[in-house]
């Protein structure tokens, strides 16, 4: 009988050191990140990729390196949503081309370029204190509407079509979405940031709308949304040079302007590495 017994226990030990589920557990995280330069980190050394100014250092690789995975980085500095199925800049494969259906995580970064964001950012600056200049806000809110607040809504459908098409592409994937984050702080720091208090919070409202809109979307699809504006709040363009995630208009790192530095793809990298977890 303890013969038996013991046989029997060994031939569960063996079926369970050869189930398939076993097996993939041992193998590392397929990884796929897609998106624009707030992923790719332009100017961040080491480059890898010159077209798209793709950075080593940037969040899908630190996030690869905590969870343990094997990374595939396709993120494109410029990167637009229609850019996930052509070709950008004419020679760059399209974005969507990484997915597999072994694909085990994707991470999305899109809709800043998509909004014209960044254009509208850098036509807020003013080098002299009001009444010198003119307010952006008041140039994009003129006639009543607001014209980044409507770019923003015609984006959510493509935006949410996207992520239908990626869930097809690799079914199997853990989709997450980044957002953007904290640029700059309530009422700014002018001159230091050359532009003007209500332009400031009119631009970091239009980021949280566009934020707001990804993580309706990414609830809609079945993605799952991570937050990278609350942990960023004190690390603005502002933030002492020691403590600061985001470059201004003038960059202090080797960093694009309005972009995440090497510090700010580390603290964003952990943050996904941990709601991948």
């Keep these: 009988?303890?013969?038996?017994?013991?046989?029997?226990?060994?031939?569960?030990?063996?079926?369970?050191?050869?189930?398939?589920?076993?097996?993939?557990?041992?193998?590392?995280?397929?990884?796929?990140?897609?998106?624009?330069?707030?992923?790719?980190?332009?100017?961040?050394?080491?480059?890898?990729?010159?077209?798209?100014?793709?950075?080593?250092?940037?969040?899908?690789?630190?996030?690869?390196?905590?969870?343990?995975?094997?990374?595939?980085?396709?993120?494109?500095?410029?990167?637009?949503?229609?850019d996930f199925s052509g070709k950008q800049f004419g020679i760059k494969p399209p974005q969507y081309d990484a997915l597999k259906p072994t694909t085990d995580l994707v991470t999305v970064a899109i809709g800043g370029n998509d909004t014209g964001l960044v254009s509208a950012a850098l036509s807020c600056i003013n080098l002299l204190p009001p009444p010198a200049g003119a307010s952006c806000k008041e140039r994009f809110t003129a006639g009543g509407t607001d014209q980044l607040a409507a770019r923003i809504a015609a984006t959510a459908a493509p935006f949410g079509q996207a992520l239908d098409r990626i869930r097809q592409l690799a079914p199997n994937a853990r989709i997450l979405v980044t957002g953007y984050g904290t640029y700059i702080r309530p009422n700014g720091c002018y001159p230091q940031i050359p532009v003007w208090p209500v332009d400031a919070n009119y631009l970091q409202a239009t980021i949280d709308r566009l934020n707001t809109m990804l993580a309706e979307q990414s609830a809609a699809h079945g993605a799952q949304y991570v937050d990278l504006r609350t942990p960023s709040i004190g690390h603005d363009a502002c933030a002492p040079i020691t403590s600061r995630w985001l470059e201004g208009l003038i960059p202090t790192s080797a960093a694009a302007p309005l972009h995440p530095s090497a510090r700010g793809m580390a603290a964003f990298g952990q943050l996904v590495a941990a709601a991948a977890h």
């Excluded at 998106?35 to 940037?58: E, F, H, K, M, Y």
């Excluded at 995975?69 to 500095?77: E, I, K, M």
């Design 1 to 82: 009988m303890r013969r038996g017994v013991l046989f029997a226990v060994g031939a569960l030990v063996a079926g369970l050191v050869s189930s398939p589920g076993v097996a993939q557990a041992d193998e590392a995280l397929e990884y796929v990140a897609l998106g624009d330069s707030s992923a790719a980190g332009p100017l961040i050394p080491p480059q890898i990729d010159v077209p798209c100014l793709r950075s080593a250092l940037n969040y899908p690789h630190v996030a690869a390196e905590e969870l343990g995975a094997r990374l595939t980085d396709v993120t494109c500095s410029g990167a637009v949503i229609p």
